[in-house]
Every structure is written in structure tokens, then in C-alpha cells.
């Protein structure tokens, strides 16, 4: 497995594709809405990662239709925006989305309530979150691989949700997905040894009931095999000689 190391010149790119795509996150969330279809997500996530001079690493990604990944309740991940896919108060919608700058790509996802939400799917959303932060505690050069996989499983084992299994974190550069792939559930394993300048995008899928998910007839949108809510959280981060760098979340 060939991880690559990113020179202080390819982090800089890095660095910039990141900040742009975190804008795009932080105008899409500002635009969620109930009443708006999965479809105008898109279109405004599309318009506005050209604005920033970027290029949606998503579209036709292995065929995929869209820029932008919009995932409502039960949906895990790779949801196909569509124009009767209305949001609606109560729900909650994962939207996953990437960006080319200058040949480096950026990848990140947050999921958000759509108004009031249940406590119990609130809790899925902040816990799913904070899953991530308990796992890049240990994104430290000289650690393991799994040491990151271990720790959100820690945290989240203890609330009973259900681990996605079939879909990983993995690492990014000037390829969307790059060696390794970064499981989010509990490995017997070590895994290879973390160096600084490695770029990972770290992303746990949790659902409330059931890990199994199960694929929709577009042979895209996973979602959970018992038709409970899921969550997602994903931010493209740095390995360095102390701290990780969280790429896509300067705040
Ligand atoms: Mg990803």
C-alpha cells in the first residue's frame, strides 16, 4: 500500500482546495431550508465550488450525477439530488461534497437538521460529529492507522448506534480516493504507521439502529437496511510532527 507523503508545496494546494471547499460547506448550510429541493442543493453547491475556481471531484465521479451528495434521513451517503426530494422540518440531511483546485483535491461532509428534530436523531448527529474529533485525537505521526478507526468506535460503541462497515475514510490528494482506506469500526489490526504529510479524509457513517445498510435500485444511495436515520461527518485533514490540521475546518 503506497501512501503518499505530500511535499510542504502539495500541502499548500492542499490547504487552498480545502478552504475553498469549506466555504461551499458553510454556504450550503446557511441555505438549508424546509421547502428546498435535494436538486437546488446541488445546484447551488455546484455554482458555488466554480465560483471558488473549483472543479466538483463528485460529478460523474464512476458515473455519479451530481456535484453534491444530499442524503436525507435513513439515506446514509450518496444520495442523488432530485427535484421532488423536498426538505421538511424534522429531517436530517447529509450533504457530502469535493472540489479540484489546481489539481489537489478536498472532501468533506456535515449532516444538518432541518428546524426542530427528534432528541434522539439530534443526539445521532452531534454524537457522529464528536466521533470524528475522538478519532483524529490520535491522527499523531508515530501512531497507528487503527489507533484512529479504535477511538471513534470507543466513543460511539458506548451509545449502541450502528458502525457502517461497507464505506471508509480514505486518503486524498491529487486522487479524490488514495490508499489507505480508514475504516470507522474496530480493527484486530494496527494498520500502517501515520507520517507527517500524509492527507486523510476521516468520515464516520453512524446510524441509530442497524450497521448494515443496503443499496437503493440507482445502485447509489445507501441507506440503512432497518430505515432508521444516519449520520456523517467528514473533514480532510493533515498528519504533521504535532497536532493534526483539520484542512477543511479552519474554525
Ligand atoms: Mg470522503
Avoid at 127 to 141: C, P, Y
Avoid at 182 to 190: A, E, V
Wanted: charged fraction near 30%; include cysteine; aromatic fraction near 8%.
Amino acid at each position: 500500500m503506497a501512501v503518499s507523503i505530500k511535499s510542504p508545496r502539495e500541502i499548500a494546494l492542499m490547504r487552498e482546495s480545502c478552504k475553498r471547499l469549506e466555504y461551499v460547506h458553510d454556504k450550503l448550510g446557511e441555505a438549508l431550508k424546509p421547502g428546498m429541493s435535494t436538486l437546488e442543493v446541488d445546484r447551488l453547491g455546484e455554482k458555488l465550488i466554480r465560483e471558488m475556481d473549483g472543479i466538483p471531484n463528485f460529478l460523474h465521479y464512476n458515473g455519479f450525477p451530481a456535484s453534491i451528495c444530499v442524503s436525507v434521513n435513513e439515506e446514509v451517503v450518496h444520495g442523488i439530488p432530485k427535484k421532488d426530494r423536498i426538505l421538511k422540518e424534522g429531517d436530517i440531511v447529509s450533504l457530502d461534497a469535493g472540489l479540484i483546485y489546481k489539481g489537489y483535491h478536498s472532501d468533506a461532509a456535515r449532516t444538518y437538521m432541518i428546524g426542530k428534530v427528534k432528541p434522539e436523531v439530534k443526539d445521532l448527529v452531534e454524537r457522529t460529529k464528536q466521533s470524528f474529533f475522538e478519532g483524529i485525537k490520535m491522527a499523531r505521526e508515530g501512531n497507528h492507522l487503527y489507533d484512529i478507526s479504535n477511538a471513534i468506535a470507543d466513543y460511539i460503541e458506548g451509545f449502541g448506534y450502528g458502525i457502517v462497515e461497507d464505506l471508509v475514510g480514505h486518503g486524498i490528494g491529487t486522487k479524490l480516493h488514495e490508499d489507505p482506506q480508514i475504516p470507522n469500526f474496530r480493527q484486530k489490526k494496527k494498520g500502517l504507521m501515520l507520517k507527517a504529510g500524509m492527507t486523510l479524509a476521516i468520515e464516520p457513517m453512524i446510524n441509530l439502529g442497524t450497521w448494515e445498510v443496503e443499496w437503493l435500485e440507482d445502485d447509489w444511495t445507501v441507506v440503512t437496511a432497518d430505515g432508521l436515520p444516519s449520520a456523517h461527518y467528514e473533514n480532510t485533514i493533515l498528519i504533521t510532527e504535532d497536532e493534526p490540521e483539520i484542512l477543511t475546518l479552519s474554525r
